[in-house]
């Protein structure tokens, strides 16, 4: 069992020692992307220095010193979720493109006008645009499963949205702009009593909790590397072997071949290569496999580091709400450390800007979930979310700044709007 030490952990992260405005960065930005620990940097920097050549295709020495590492990654990943082999871990740019993938072998493949694809209200648009452009390529139909007040997909009429006609549901195990578990496991056994592929979009959850892909009994589960302390530029993508062999290859060409002639079908690699073209980002997959080693301990075997982010989001949570005009987006204290909420009278990107002025980083906008603020009959929100670098001081940071930005914005009012004044 590994003890969770904030200062420790916080060390490890050299940009987070940065001066903006001439205060000490305050990242509250880290479900957009998570900062990156020494190690993960200095394994870029190490493979470029000690390693770099092109994977698989060449018997020299720094050839198969690369082709090494880039494999022991994908025996990594596969720990790390629990997939029952490294052919299920193909390597994609990020959660975008293995959704891209799906949806475009599998989808483009067996769907057929009238089928059904169901997603969610909550839906980030990687997990949305892809499915639709298939959907007008091949007529099926896009069914959405409502969230309820609480945020979460609804499952009351699972068993009516999810039917004999769907053959995919794709959802995300954790929303990034809700923050709360999904009932997953509801949707993934009514998709399964009615023989349709379940996807997840796990880009929210790795970071947070233990994924276990076997225990979910998923078809697919797609997560980014960067989201997870790891390298941009890396996603991963989890099929059960059998499906992924019996899917055509997504994109062509080097890599992905047994052999190619002028004069005879060209015949495809096994898995996982079959699904991989090109070349691959190398140091990325390298990297990433550090990101793993760095927080696998945290988030499996560490209870500390679980208490820690839901006392930072308990805390974060209780402050905001005693703040004059906050109005969180859905009811109810989220599962991971990100906080969605308005501040009746003031545009979200003011406020955004505003805290970037004193060192703040939030995101305000629509967080690529339209079809959620359209549910919510919002147009944008403020978007907090927390690492475990972050700390209890900085969410009290915050909350001065938004009561000083608030008391600002009154007094502009009273001195400039007053009726004298606008008469
Ligand atoms: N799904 C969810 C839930 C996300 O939060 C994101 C990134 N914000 C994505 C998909 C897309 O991930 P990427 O941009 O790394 O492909």
């Known amino acids: 069992m590994t003890q ?156 009516t949205i999810i039917n004999i006609k769907t053959k995919i549901v794709a959802v995300a195990h954790i929303s990034n702009v809700i923050g709360k578990v999904n009932p997953i496991e509801k949707i993934i056994a009514r998709a399964k009593s009615v023989s349709a592929f ?33 390298p941009t530029g890396v996603g991963v993508l989890f099929g059960k072997q059998s499906i992924l062999e019996s899917m055509p290859p997504y994109q062509s060409g080097g890599e992905m071949i047994k052999t190619v002639s002028f004069n005879r079908p060209t015949t495809f690699n096994t898995l996982p290569f079959k699904l991989e073209s090109g070349t691959a980002n190398i140091s990325g997959v390298v990297a990433l496999a550090e990101a793993i080693s760095f927080i696998k301990p945290y988030i499996q075997d560490s209870i500390d580091y679980s208490d820690y982010e839901k006392q930072m989001t308990h805390h974060c949570y209780q402050q905001l709400s005693q703040l004059k005009g906050v109005k969180f987006i859905v009811e109810g204290e989220p599962d991971i450390p990100v906080l969605s909420f308005l501040l009746e009278g003031h545009h979200n990107h003011d406020i955004a800007t505003l805290l970037d002025s004193y060192g703040i980083a939030v995101r305000a906008g629509h967080h690529c979930a339209m079809p959620l603020m359209e549910s919510l009959a919002i147009n944008g929100c403020i978007r907090v979310s927390l690492a475990p670098y972050n700390t209890i001081a900085e969410i009290d940071v915050l909350i001065d700044t938004l009561k000083r930005i608030l008391q600002k914005a009154d007094s502009f009012v009273e001195t400039n709007l007053s009726p004298e004044r606008v008469k």
């Not at 379940?198 to 797609?222: E, P, R």
């Open 198 to 230: 379940t996807f997840i979009d796990g880009a929210q959850a790795v970071a947070h909790i233990t994924v276990d892909v076997q225990k979910l009994g998923c078809d697919f589960y797609a997560f980014s590397a960067h989201k997870m302390y790891g």
């Open 4 to 159: 969770f030490n904030v200062a420790q952990f916080k060390q490890q992260f050299p940009l987070l020692g940065l001066n903006v405005e001439n205060k000490s960065l305050i990242y509250f930005d880290n479900a957009a992307t998570s900062q990156k620990p020494h190690c993960v940097i200095e394994a870029i920097k190490q493979f470029y220095e000690t390693s770099n050549a092109n994977v698989h295709r060449a018997s020299h020495y720094l050839s198969s010193k690369a082709t090494t590492a880039f494999e022991q990654s994908r025996e990594s990943v596969k720990t790390f979720i629990n997939a029952k082999s490294t052919k299920e871990i193909i390597w994609t740019k990020g959660t975008t493109e293995s959704v891209n993938l799906v949806s475009h072998s599998l989808g483009l493949d067996r769907l057929c006008a009238d089928d059904e694809i169901v997603l969610s209200a909550s839906e980030h648009h990687a997990n949305i645009v892809p499915w639709q452009l298939v959907a007008q390529k091949t007529g099926a139909k896009i069914r959405v499963l409502p969230v309820t007040a609480s945020g979460i997909i609804d499952v009351t009429d699972v068993d």
